[in-house]
Antibody
Framework: QVQLQESGPGLVKPSETLSLTCTVSGGSVSSGSYYWSWIRQPPGKGLEWIGYIYYSGSTNYNPSLKSRVTISVDTSKNQFSLKLSSVTAADTAVYYC?????????????WGQGTLVTVSS | DIQMTQSPSSVSASVGDRVTITCRASQGISSWLAWYQQKPGKAPKLLIYAASSLQSGVPSRFSGSGSGTDFTLTISSLQPEDFATYYCQQANSRGLTFGGGTKVEIK
């Protein structure tokens, strides 16, 4: 069974770049034709899709965040990463990484436990 | 962008009640609709995918229906562990969108 674990700084200063990594176990990010997603949830609010990367390296981002987001894969470490630039307090949220349920769907079926990132000086 | 509208935003119910949550898409999405359950401090858990397919390990009291723009999640007999927030989510070529959530509370 695939497992995902987010890691990264819990505190980021305004205007800086948020960087998170998702480590995958029980599967490979570079094979299997899966979609690997990042999703976030501000405290007390709903879920917001940030973007996903396909195993081939192609990406798709939420239009509202597209100018600030980069998702990439590090096959040597079996990880994928999120970078969100020019952050503000509105980017404070729990950030989840996830994998598509099957090889033919982007629907996240397997999720990490989430990591809280606070944007504050 | 496709908008997903859930209703109600909250519902109070008792153990054993039948609970129905609806989700409406701003344009047709065929059957590309999923439902999640989220408990406080936990990651969302996939319940239903492809509008009506039950995810492995999910109790059969959960069911989903619909296609096009209108979808429904039904809990046939509410159990104590079902008190949580539920989200719908659509998937198309442009990406994913979640509904605003429905909180199922104890009456």
């Amino acid at each position: 069974q695939v497992q995902l674990q987010e890691s990264g700084p819990g505190l980021v200063k305004p205007s800086e770049t948020l960087s998170l990594t998702c480590t995958v176990s029980g599967g490979s990010v570079s094979s299997g034709s899966y979609y690997w997603s990042w999703i976030r949830q501000p405290p007390g609010k709903g879920l917001e899709w940030i973007g996903y990367i396909y195993y081939s390296g192609s990406t798709n981002y939420n239009p509202s965040l597209k100018s600030r987001v980069t998702i990439s894969v590090d096959t040597s470490k079996n990880q994928f990463s999120l970078k969100l630039s020019s952050v503000t307090a509105a980017d404070t949220a729990v950030y989840y990484c996830a994998r598509g349920l099957t090889t033919v769907t982007t629907t996240p079926g397997y999720w990490g436990q989430g990591t809280l990132v606070t944007v504050s000086s | 962008d496709i908008q997903m509208t859930q209703s109600p935003s909250s519902v109070s119910a008792s153990v054993g009640d039948r609970v129905t949550i609806t989700c409406r898409a701003s344009q047709g999405i065929s059957s590309w609709l999923a439902w999640y359950q989220q408990k406080p401090g936990k990651a969302p858990k996939l319940l239903i995918y492809a509008a009506s397919s039950l995810q492995s390990g999910v109790p059969s009291r959960f069911s989903g229906s619909g296609s096009g723009t209108d979808f429904t999640l039904t809990i046939s007999s509410l159990q104590p562990e079902d008190f949580a927030t539920y989200y719908c989510q659509q998937a198309n070529s442009r990406g994913l969108t979640f509904g605003g959530g429905t909180k199922v509370e104890i009456k």
